[in-house]
């Protein structure tokens, strides 16, 4: 199976603020790869798929990188509405694994 | 608009099962694989398997292998996930989401169904 791991696993951040966060893969997983974001109590939310296609609907300052194994999601400028858990998960071969996600908080 | 609406939350002893649906509903449902994923309280999410629903052919994780079963009926375009021989560790939150487009990932969602087991 393909391991994914996330760095870091919670960011404190303000609102205005540049984060990035970054996705490994165990092995290449060439741009099969989404971001999710999940409130609690609701379904994750699909962000970026194939690595870096921006879904229909979700702002740009959202925006996704890489190939391979190592990948990158970054919000440009933190709005209140992005304090949540991000998740990364690649859809190279089955079975379609998720990293352990990434928690951002508010300073 | 495309929408996955799950079955209400479900109490199980341990050693049953419990089958969770899945109604599709704002596209064709035989073009678009379902997929299952949980999610127990606090933790991350797992995916357990995948079901196309125009053939009925299914894959699971090795984790859920002999545990779980996933069924469609398309006359009303709702996928099934049935876990067998429950124990405590299989309380979750329950979701189906649809697989599919050009990236194949996973676009649209189910609100979750939560599943408990206790006895």
């Known amino acids: 199976d393909i391991q994914l791991t996330q760095s870091p696993s919670f960011l404190s951040a303000s609102v205005g603020d540049r984060v990035t966060i970054t996705c490994r893969a165990s092995?290449?997983?060439?741009?099969?790869l989404a971001w999710y974001q999940q409130k609690p109590g609701k379904a994750p939310k699909l962000l970026i798929y194939a690595a870096s296609t921006l879904q229909s609907g979700v702002p740009s300052r959202f925006s996704g990188s890489g190939s391979g194994t190592e990948f990158t999601l970054t919000i440009s400028s933190l709005q209140p509405e992005d304090f949540a858990t991000y998740y990364c998960q690649q859809l190279n071969s089955y079975p379609f694994t998720f990293g352990p996600g990434t928690k951002v908080d508010i300073k | 608009q495309v929408q996955l609406v799950q079955s209400g939350a479900e109490v199980k002893k341990p050693g049953a099962s419990v089958k969770v649906s899945c109604k599709a509903s704002g596209y064709t449902f035989t073009s678009y694989d379902i997929n299952w994923v949980r999610q127990a309280t606090g933790q991350g999410l797992e995916w357990m398997g995948w079901?196309?629903?125009?053939?009925?052919?299914?894959g699971y994780a090795q984790k859920f292998q002999g545990r779980v079963t996933m069924t469609r009926n398309t006359s009303i375009s709702t996928a099934y996930m049935e876990l067998s021989s429950l124990r405590s560790e299989d309380t979750a939150v329950y979701y189906c989401a649809r697989g599919g487009g050009s990236g194949y990932t996973f676009d649209y969602w189910g609100q979750g169904t939560l599943v408990t087991v206790s006895s």
């Open positions: 079901m196309n629903p125009n053939s009925g052919n299914t």
């Open positions: 092995q290449g997983i060439s741009s099969y």
